[in-house]
């Protein structure tokens, strides 16, 4: 099985994150067992502020053995359709 990860679920992991640290780490963990972890463009574009240099963010990133697979022009717009922005000032982590 190929599971997609969400920036949210590795801010989680990658910034310690008291409240869902336990649960997506688990999930993490779940999903590497039964098979490949990918990202897309978008995943890495929403988590390389978080990290000090492109070298750091690949290193943790290869840690977690999670893979880019890019989505494409046509599955990138199509899935932003129903998403809002949250609200100014809020962050997931």
Do not use: N
Not at 60 to 80: D, Q
């Amino acid at each position: 099985m190929i599971t997609a990860v969400d920036t949210s679920v590795l801010l989680d992991v990658f910034a310690a994150d008291p409240r869902f640290l336990g649960a997506s780490q688990a999930a993490l963990r779940r999903a590497l067992h039964e098979g490949a972890l990918v990202a897309s463009e978008g995943v890495f574009a929403e988590l390389r502020p978080w990290f000090r240099s492109r070298e750091a963010l690949l290193e943790a990133t290869k840690v977690l053995r999670l893979e880019f697979t890019p989505v494409g022009a046509r599955c990138g717009v199509g899935r932003g359709r129903g998403v809002r922005p949250l609200p100014p000032g809020r962050r997931t982590a």
